[in-house]
């Protein structure tokens, strides 16, 4: 017995009774390189103008229509600057919402904006006076709604391109994206905080 507990003891003096594992780090996966709802995007300055871009044109675009002369060469300037900027603003904000700006960043998405909106601001200029004149000749009221709609439409762009001309002063054609919903990006947070911390984890071994 002596000697089965003096083996025991030389036993435990060569194996210490703890050890620690360490785990290596881990890279953290780029979220914003792929495709999800970013919901976000919607409560920054550009996607409010870019809604308010799709409502304006939808009014203009009714009054055009609601008038008797909805085939005239003045009608038809009316609804091809409002039809295009409506699909030209919805295609863009749809891709801002969903990420693919954030995927396609090789484009200059900042130059491609900033040049709509100062091409459409000088269109609804036009379409105003046009729709102004063609009233002033007895168009009727639908035409005045028409007119005055649309130089309402060109402060909005005119606002939009005066901010996308100030990032462009500031940063060049670089563009900063949307965030995420505030939950979402808590949990990305989390989530890249727990993949590459490093871990320690301590083993009790008995012998």
């Known amino acids: 017995m002596l000697q089965l507990a003096e083996v025991t003891r030389k036993m435990e003096a060569q194996f210490p009774a703890t050890h620690t594992t360490a785990t290596a780090p881990q890279d953290a996966t780029d979220n914003t390189k792929r495709i999800y709802i970013n919901s976000g995007y919607l409560r920054t300055i550009d996607g409010r103008l870019k809604c308010a871009h799709l409502v304006i044109c939808i009014v203009v675009f009714i009054c055009t229509m609601a008038s008797h002369y909805a085939r005239s060469n003045q009608a038809n300037w009316l609804s091809f600057v409002a039809m295009g900027g409506f699909w030209t603003s919805a295609i863009l904000l749809f891709l801002f919402i969903i990420n693919v700006v954030a995927i396609l960043s090789i484009i200059p998405w900042l130059m491609l904006e900033l040049g709509y909106t100062v091409i459409w601001t000088f269109f609804w200029f036009v379409s105003g006076c046009v729709a102004a004149d063609y009233a002033m000749k007895g168009a009727g009221d639908a035409f005045a709604a028409a007119s005055f709609f649309s ?37 990305a947070s989390r989530n890249t905080t727990t993949t590459t911390m490093t871990t320690t984890t301590v083993v009790q071994e008995k012998y």
């Open 151 to 187: 130089f309402v439409a060109m402060c909005i762009y005119g606002f939009s391109a005066f901010l996308f001309y100030k990032k462009w002063r500031e940063r060049g054609f670089s563009f900063s994206f949307g965030t995420r919903s505030s939950s979402n990006t808590a949990a």
